[in-house]
C-alpha cells in the first residue's frame, strides 16, 4: 500500500526530512546532550567563579577559588595526592593486566577459568561489598597482617598510616586490572604468528620479541587503556568515601572526594566547581599529550 | 617430540604464575564468604576458609538488621532494582536509537556532533555534579521516591560508553540488509527494529550487562539523590551498616555485603562470555 513517490511535488520541508532522516534518531540524545551534559558543563564553569553556596546563592564573583586552591596548603597537598594516587595506580595496573595476558596468550590450559578469575574483581570492584572487604583485610588484624604475621613482619595499622592508606586505596583499583588485561588479551591474539616465527628465525631471543613485536603491535590497545584508566583515576570517589573517608589526616582525600565535601557537607558549590574544573584541565591536558604523541609511539595497522 | 628441559621450565613458571595471582585475586572473596560463617571472635584469629564452629548468626542479623523498620535488606535489594532495571533499560533503547543515527545516515553536521559525542567520552562526570544537583533540585526531584534523577537522564542517551560501543558494532553490520529492506518498503524505524535491533542483540545485551553492574555499583548518585532511609538503595545500606557497627560486628557485615553481591555474580557467571566478548569488542577499533 505505498504512495506513488511524487518526487517532483516534494516540498523543501519534506525534502529537508528526507535530508536529515538521521537527526530525528538524534533528537533524544541532543536534548540529554544539552540539558544533562553542556548545560551543567557551561554553568559549573562560571559557578567556579563565584562564591555559590547552597544556602546563600551568589555574593561575590571572580578568580577567588582558584587562588585559594592553588595557594591552601590542603587543596594542593589533594592535587598532589590525586596526581600521586594516578601514577601510582595506573601503570601498576596496566603492566599486571600486560604482563598477565602476555603469559594467557601461550597456550595455557584453562585459559577461559584464569580469564574469569583474574575478570571478576573488575566486575565487583567497585561495589560498597568489596570496600568493606577491603578494611576487613587491612584493619590493623586484618587478615593481610595475619599473614605477613606469618613470615615474621609487623604489618602497620594500614588504613591509620599517613603513607600506607593511600597505597591500600591504590591497590583496591589495581587489583580491578581484569578489564584491561581482557583488551591486552584480545589485542595480544591479533599479533601475527608469522611475525614470531621470522623472528624466531632471526634468531630473536623472547624478551627481544617481546619489545620489538608484540609490545609494537599492540601500542593501540596500551594507548586506549592509557587513556580511560587515567580519566578513570582522576575521578576515584568510592575507594576513598567508603573505606577511609579521605583520612588519616587527609592522607586519601582525592579531588572527587573534595570536590564532594565542598559542594555537599560545607555547601561551598562555588569552590567546588572549580575545584572540578582544575582536575578536569589537568586530565584534559593529560589526553591532549597522550593523544598528540600517538604519532610518535602508537602503530596503526592500517 | 619431546620438550627441553627450558620449555617445561617455562611452563612451570607460566603456570606458577597464573594460580598464585589467580589466588591473591581471589582469596579475599573466598576468605569473605568463610568468614560470614565464624563466630565474630573467630573472624580475624585466622586466615582460614574452614571454620570448625561454622554459624549462620552473621547471615540471622543481617537479614533481620532492619533500623527501627525503615530500612531492611530486603527492603534496599527492592530499592535498588527499582532504578536499576529502568536505568538498563532505557540506556539500551536510547543508546540504539542514538547510535542507529549516528552510524547509518549522513546528514549535514554528523561528523561534528559525532565529535562532540566522542568528546563528552571524557567528561568527568564530578564536573558536572553540582550543576546537575542545582538542577535536579529545582525540578524537585531530590529524594525523588521514583529516584528520577538516577534514570531519567538515561532516556535521553547520555551514557556515553554505551552509543560509542553500539555505534562500533552497528558499523561492522553490512549495509545490504537494510538497503534491501529499504527496497522493500520499510521506514528508517522499522529497519532499525526489525534488522538492525535483532542482528546487534549480542551488543545490546552486553550493554545491558554492563550497565546493570555499574548501577548496582553505584553509591554517588544515591548519596546525593536519595536521603530518605527507607528508599535507600542496596550500597547505602550497606556502607550505613558498616558504619554502625564496623568495631565489633564483623560477620553480619560481611554476610550482608555478600548477599549484596550474589545478585551480581550469578548475573555474571550466567552471562561471562557476553561480558568478555562484550569489553573486547568495542575498544580494540577505537
Known sequence: ?302 | MKLSTAHKIGRFFQYFVLILVGVIMIYPLVWMVGATFKSNAEIFSGIGFLTANPTLQGYIDAVTQNYGGDISIWRAFINTYSFVIPKVIFTVISSVIAAYGFSRFKFKGRDMLFGIMISTLFLPQVVLNVPQYLMYNSFGWINSPFYLPLWVPTLFATETYFVYQLVQFMRSIPHDLDEAAAIDGCGPVKILYKIIAPMLSPSLVACGLFQFMWSCNDYMGPLLYVQTPSKYPMSIFVKLSMDADSGFNWNRILALSLISIIPQLIVFFCAQDAFIDGISAGAVKG
Open chain 1, 1 to 302: 500500500m505505498s504512495s506513488a513517490p511524487k518526487t517532483t511535488q516534494r516540498t523543501p520541508f519534506k525534502r529537508w526530512c528526507d535530508e536529515n532522516t538521521g537527526l530525528f534518531f538524534l533528537i533524544p540524545w541532543i536534548l540529554g546532550f544539552l540539558i544533562f551534559k553542556a548545560y551543567p558543563f557551561a554553568s559549573s564553569l562560571v559557578y567556579s567563579f563565584t562564591d555559590l553556596n547552597f544556602f546563600k546563592g551568589i555574593s561575590q564573583y571572580g578568580v577567588m577559588n582558584y587562588v585559594e586552591i592553588f595557594t591552601s596548603r590542603k587543596t594542593v597537598s589533594v592535587l598532589l595526592t590525586t596526581v600521586k594516587y594516578a601514577f601510582i595506580t595506573v601503570p601498576l595496573k596496566l603492566v599486571f593486566a600486560l604482563f598477565i595476558a602476555y603469559i594467557l596468550n601461550f597456550k595455557i590450559k584453562f585459559v577461559n577459568l584464569f580469564r574469569t578469575v583474574y575478570y571478576i574483581p573488575s566486575i565487583l570492584g567497585g561495589s560498597v561489598a568489596i570496600a568493606v572487604l577491603w578494611r576487613a583485610l587491612f584493619k590493623d588484624t586484618g587478615v593481610v597482617n595475619t599473614i605477613l604475621g606469618f613470615f615474621g613482619i609487623a604489618g602497620p595499622d594500614w588504613l591509620a598510616d599517613k603513607t600506607w592508606a593511600l597505597f591500600v586505596i591504590c591497590l583496591l583499583r589495581v587489583w580491578q586490572f581484569g578489564s584491561a588485561m581482557v583488551l591486552f588479551l584480545a589485542a595480544l591474539k591479533g599479533v601475527p604468528a608469522d611475525l614470531y616465527e621470522a623472528a624466531t628465525i632471526d634468531g630473536a631471543t623472547k624478551t627481544r620479541q617481546f619489545f620489538s613485536i608484540t609490545i609494537p603491535m599492540i601500542t593501540p590497545v596500551i594507548f586506549y587503556n592509557l587513556v580511560t584508566q587515567i580519566a578513570q583515576a582522576f575521578q576515584e570517589f568510592n575507594g576513598p568515601y567508603i573505606i577511609t573517608q579521605g583520612g588519616p589526616r587527609n592522607a586519601t582525600t582525592l579531588v572527587s572526594l573534595l570536590v564532594y565535601n565542598y559542594a555537599f557537607k560545607s555547601n561551598e558549590m562555588g569552590m567546588a566547581c572549580a575545584l572540578a574544573w582544575v582536575m578536569f584541565i589537568a586530565v584534559a591536558l593529560l589526553t591532549v599529550i597522550a593523544f598528540t604523541s600517538q604519532k610518535h609511539w602508537v602503530y596503526y595497522a592500517d
